[in-house]
């Protein structure tokens, strides 16, 4: 994360001292975090409405509530994580 925003302040010849939002928002990029987050939520989009869009391994990676329960919930539709076993 550092590198990359060395390399926007080399890019746009700041100083160090620059803030990273303005950096981000004169090449309009997406920091770090916000991009793993972008990515995410196209990967749960995908699994909610495109599963035909998503690679095999993906298949099996989110729960829906309503899978879980034989009853209404109120958070019925919100998926929920399959943590991978450890070893």
Known sequence: MILNN????????????????????????????????????NLVQKFLYNKEKLPPAYSNYFTQNFAVHNYCTKIGMICT???AKQL
């Open 6 to 41: 060395k390399i926007l302040r080399i890019l746009q010849q700041q100083t160090p001292r620059t803030h990273t939002v303005e950096l981000n928002k004169k090449y309009n990029t997406l920091t770090i975090s916000d991009l793993h987050d972008y990515q995410l939520c």
């Open 81 to 83: 994580y399959r943590a």
